[in-house]
């Protein structure tokens, strides 16, 4: 992605938290010479190798673009949010947009073995919905689990590049840079609420 060296996330504990904070991410890869898009989420395991975990209908044809090692992208949004011009203390600017995304390079692989794909499913449902097998356990049934498993394919992409881009107005003055930031902590939304203590870090 565009980066501008101000923006560059360097930290990449940083960058793979914010992947698991905000796991509803978009894939890109190509199918018959056409770019295609899925939205869906995606666990990160850091580790070595880097691998980011993921399944999708076996009715979407995007899966075939998996086949013969093809690279793929995905994209994680972060929080973001819009900035007005009225908010600096200097004169004059133009309105912006505040952002903090990831992406992630790598290969894409399918995973056949029926356990994996199982224990995949059960991990994505223990970290988004920690609580399920307890208060729900006909919802975490094994045989429930291997029936549905038939419908979706699972897969991995193991990282081979990883980009974190925060842009937060450090091409601004440090006067500008707080008035946005103290605007943000006003704000009732998540979102901009996040990127003041980014700001702050």
């Known amino acids: 992605m565009y980066m501008q060296s101000v923006h560059r996330m360097e930290d990449r504990e940083q960058v793979v938290g914010l992947m698991q904070a905000y796991p509803f991410a978009t894939l890109v890869s190509v199918v018959d010479g056409e770019p295609v898009a899925s939205h869906l989420p995606i666990l990160a395991e ?20 998996f086949r013969d090692g093809a690279r793929s992208l995905a994209i994680f949004a972060g929080p973001h949010g819009y900035v007005t011009p009225r908010w600096y203390v200097s004169r004059p600017n133009v309105p912006t947009w505040n952002y903090v995304a990831v992406h992630a390079h790598g290969c894409v692989e399918i995973i056949e073995d029926e356990r994996l794909v199982l224990e995949h499913l059960r991990q994505m449902v223990d970290i988004l919905d920690p609580t399920l097998a307890t208060e729900q356990p006909e919802s975490m049934d094994e045989s429930y689990l291997a029936k549905l498993s038939r419908g979706v394919v699972v897969f991995k992409m193991t990282v081979e590049r990883l980009e974190g881009k925060a842009k937060l107005n450090q091409n601004k003055t440090e006067e500008d840079r707080l008035a946005v930031r103290s605007r943000y902590l006003e704000s009732s939304l998540a979102d901009e609420i996040a990127m003041a203590s980014m700001m702050s870090d």
């Not at 190798?49 to 673009?65: D, E, G, I, K």
Request: proline content about 10%.
């Open 46 to 65: 850091p580790g070595e190798p880097f691998v980011l975990m993921a399944h999708m209908a076996h009715a979407n044809s995007h899966w075939r673009a």
